[in-house]
């Protein structure tokens, strides 16, 4: 999960995005960036939170631009990693919130053809693959991009000299907002209602062309429709909490996403065996703390009946005073943050036995995930309501994820049974919807 914003207009771009940058923190905080069209297309990103570097931010005069505030994905939060990227030339300027399932392919092919990449992220081969089509308009090379592209996204880009910004979405919200004379593109009405409460919410697969004159949407055939706008109603603190009453219900109802894109990518590589093709496999440990703990707890049994293989769970404060018996199992360490105290020294000492060692993290780039030798990322995004929910079912998934991987290994399960197990969970995100869909009955 990450926030984007666009602003085209008479107001000067970089107060617009910094306003708004801040107002989608939520949806990620490990990095944070820009690009103004300001006499050239000029960039700047940085690593941290946004609210704390803002005086670092350079004064520029432009009135057209994207901002980003990261959560990563894939490749560790960085400046580098950090959002806007250019293309070769520096004249494109795109940011992203999604996953782009087959960019190593894509990559490599770009790389062939010449284009130099600046970061580790699925992210850029977005930007490269619209230079590879640009032929002087913006919304039909954006088009042709995601044309190749796998995964999921909301994008919008930009070209130097060009007053447009261009935009489309796939299972990633963004919404656009209209003023007089001026046009806003965001993650979450809450980016842009200081400036309208007139809005339209764009459905998945559409794409726009947005310039302060006015707005085009076309839908996923590439036909030009027409979107109804809504008039926004609540107040900026309602906004902020997606119209939910509280954070936590907010990200209860956040959770058939965020198991979607716990899913995404994972099956694939466990079909190619690209995590952990060589492991001892004779019992497995599982450690954690708090809500962690009860996730690895589900997943002892998920692994024993997948698997067939021995599972004990411990505390991650308990294992890092324990002698050990002198076995080295597969150690699997799960925590959301994955900077838990106890977990990270009980990932340490899980080394120094000699085990092989596996994280279970919700952030890209943590120290567990550089402290282990393989690493499973829950992609829920982040979480601010204090008791765990997508987390924690997120986690369940990762789970899951292991025991295909463990008895797919372990030929525990044949290939039917894979493929059988996995269609069910990819159909998870529906059964969740399902339910939630029934709250008012349920309460
Ligand atoms: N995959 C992109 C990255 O890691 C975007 C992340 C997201 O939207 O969560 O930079």
């Known amino acids: 999960m990450c926030g984007i914003v666009g602003y085209v207009g008479p107001r000067k771009a970089k107060n617009v995005l910094l306003d708004g940058l801040k107002r989608l923190e939520y949806r990620g905080y490990d990095s944070y960036g820009m690009a103004i069209g300001s006499d050239g297309l000029k960039v700047f990103k940085d690593e941290g939170e946004i609210s704390k570097l803002e005086s670092s931010i350079p004064t520029w005069d432009g009135h057209i631009g994207i901002g980003h505030t ?95 910004i261009v935009a489309a979405r796939k299972e990633n919200p963004l919404v656009i907002g209209l003023g007089v004379g001026e046009q806003m593109i965001a993650s979450d009405v809450t ?76 099956l694939d590589e466990i079909y190619a065996g690209a995590i952990m093709p060589d492991i001892d496999l004779s019992s497995v440990k599982l450690v954690a703390c708090g809500t962690s703990y009860h996730a690895a707890m589900v997943g002892k049994y998920i692994i024993e009946s997948m698997a067939q293989v021995p599972t004990t769970v411990e505390f991650a404060s308990e294992y890092r005073y324990s002698p050990g018996t002198g076995e080295n199992p597969f150690t699997v360490l799960v925590t959301q943050s994955g900077e838990t105290a106890d977990t990270l020294a009980a990932a340490r000492e899980a080394r120094r036995r000699g085990c092989r060692t596996l994280s279970i993290t919700n952030v890209v780039g943590s120290s567990i995930a550089r402290e282990t030798d393989d690493v499973f990322y829950t992609n829920a995004g982040p979480e601010i309501g204090v008791a765990a929910t997508k987390t924690y079912t997120t986690q369940l998934m990762a789970m899951y994820l292991l025991g295909l991987r463990l008895g797919t290994m372990r030929q525990t399960l044949d290939r039917s049974e894979v493929r059988r197990l996995s269609t069910e969970l990819r159909t998870m995100p529906r059964y969740v919807s399902s339910v939630l869909d029934r709250a008012s009955e349920i309460e």
Not at 111 to 137: C, I
Not at 201 to 207: A, P
Not at 215 to 243: C, F, H, M, Q
């Open 70 to 164: 990261r959560w990563a994905t894939c490749g560790r939060p960085s400046a580098n990693n950090a959002h806007p990227f250019l293309d070769c030339t520096g004249r494109i300027a795109l940011v992203h919130n999604g996953i782009i399932e087959n960019h190593l392919a894509l990559r490599r092919s770009l790389e062939a053809e010449g284009h130099v990449f600046t970061s580790d992220t699925d992210t850029e081969v977005l930007v490269h693959l619209m230079e590879r089509h640009y032929r002087g308009d913006p919304h039909a090379a954006l088009i042709d991009t995601l044309s190749e592209v796998k995964g999921t996204y909301a994008v919008a880009a930009l070209v130097e000299g060009d007053d447009r």
């Open 191 to 266: 980016a842009i209602i200081n400036y309208t409460n007139k809005v339209i919410y764009l459905m998945d697969g559409d794409s726009a062309i947005i310039s302060s004159k006015g707005v085009k949407i076309y839908d996923r055939s590439g036909n030009e429709v027409r979107r109804e706008p809504s008039i926004v109603t609540w107040t900026l603190e309602d906004a902020e909490k997606g119209g939910f009453e509280h954070y936590m219900l907010k990200e209860i109802y956040e959770q058939p996403v965020a198991i979607h894109n716990a899913l995404l990518g994972s």
